[in-house]
């Protein structure tokens, strides 16, 4: 498996990685112990993958602090509060790479991956990202009425009759999370195979 991947894959991260690369159980690919190895063009895509990652994982944490309130679960309400003011303080630590982010490089990468990115959701992660760079914004945002209307205006564009945010039925069936953790990029599912690969290899 591994020579068909370096053979048909040879400039990808995932050649790479089963090739050059020893198992590893980190939880996000830009924490990997060899990631200084990496070539540059992919260190790039890392990076801006991070920042979105970071940047974005405040809206799903509101977004899920918006549907607890609608609940009335003060275990789920005082889980989303704490964990957006844990958020705060990772933006706010990281906050000049936030600031000097390129974004027009980003969509350049992103676009060569894939053109039909609907402008609207373009739209939203640009709102969402402008309003992150402000840090003013940060100071009350679980209180904040522009970021709670970008979230619900989002939800109401993708999910419609079925907003959870809208619908109280659908709301009723909400378990108490949605995607409230950071992106990873599906590297938990890379990881496995990876290691898996690397693993049985040592094995020989």
Known sequence: MRERI??????SLLAFLVDKTLPTDVDYIWMHPQSAEFSDSHKKQIRHAKNFSLVMNGA????????????N??????????????????IESQMSQILNWDMNEFWRIVF??????HFMTRRFIENWIG??????????????????????????????KRSRLKNTRILEQWLG???AWPLDFRWRVA?????????GLRGK
């Not at 370096?6 to 400039?11: A, F, H, I, Y």
């Open 191 to 199: 990881r496995r195979l990876i290691n898996d690969i690397l693993e």
């Open 112 to 117: 060569e991956q894939n053109s039909h990115i």
């Open 177 to 179: 999370e949605s995607g």
């Open 73 to 90: 679960n003060e275990d789920w309400i005082n889980k989303y509060q704490n964990k957006i003011s844990d958020w705060i303080s990772d």
């Open 60 to 71: 799903s944490l509101l977004y899920n602090l918006m549907l607890s309130e609608k609940r």
């Open 131 to 160: 309003f992150v760079r402000d840090k003013k914004n940060l100071d009350k945002l679980q209180e904040n009425d522009h970021a709670r209307h970008l979230i619900q205006r989002r939800e109401v564009q993708i999910k419609g």
């Open 6 to 11: 370096v053979t048909n894959c040879r400039e």
